[in-house]
């Protein structure tokens, strides 16, 4: 007896259903993994940026805080504000003939370099380096350093010209009382991956 060709249908399409299957089955996992790697690296990137930003905000609260210390003490009559005396004993002076190699790494070293430097500490002997929620931690307190870059020069007098300033030209010229400070600031992250240096300059009186 003859077996009509219809019989091989089902047979056959069961054997298609399972093919197509595996072919979507497959796709699911490739679209996973590719939306598992996307994941991932969205996850690094926020987790760099947000170690970037610790960096700066500790490194601007070190700034913040090395000027509220020249702005306190130059307030004080009998304070002397010279560089290496008083409040100011652990701050460099700085000369243009032979400039402080300790300054220029502080200033220029890509990694976490503290040398020279004077530790910011807010609170006890820690700077606020982790939250109350502990939902993040500074891998260092930031650092600081003070550069007493000397007097103020009048405008039109001396190699170096303050705009801001006013008084006498030429050789005779009287200085003000006043000197310029150059602060760095290092702060890093919740690794030493980031690193940031932030610098400006504050002018105070020093007698």
């Known amino acids: 007896m003859a077996t009509s060709p219809s019989s091989f249908h089902p047979r056959q399409q069961r054997g298609v259903v399972l093919v197509v299957a595996l072919i979507f089955l497959l796709l699911v996992t490739l679209l996973a993994v590719a939306a598992s790697g996307t994941s991932l690296m969205q996850e690094r990137l926020a987790g760099g940026l947000r170690n970037s930003q610790l960096a700066e905000w ?52 890509a990694g976490w370099f503290t040398k020279g430097g004077t530790e910011y500490v807010s609170t006890g002997d820690k700077f606020t380096d982790e939250s109350a929620d502990n939902s993040f931690k500074l891998a260092h307190n930031p650092y600081y350093l003070i550069e007493d870059l000397g007097r103020e020069v009048p405008q039109g007098a001396g190699l170096q010209r303050e705009s801001g300033s006013t008084g006498g030209t030429g050789t005779g010229y009287t200085s003000t009382n006043r000197h310029i400070y150059r602060v760095t600031a290092r702060g890093v992250g919740n690794s030493e991956n980031a690193v940031r240096v932030l610098e400006t300059t504050f002018a105070a009186k020093s007698d």
């Not at 805080?65 to 652990?90: F, H, I, N, V, Y």
């Not at 000369?95 to 190699?101: E, H, I, K, R």
Request: charged fraction near 20%; proline fraction near 4%; charge should be neutral.
């Open 58 to 109: 500790s490194a601007e609260s070190a700034l913040r805080g090395a000027e509220w210390r020249l702005w306190r003490a130059s307030g004080d009559p009998t304070t002397l504000m010279k560089c290496t005396q008083g409040a100011l004993s652990d701050c460099i002076s700085y000369n243009a003939a032979t400039p402080s190699q300790i300054a220029a790494d502080f200033r220029s070293n």
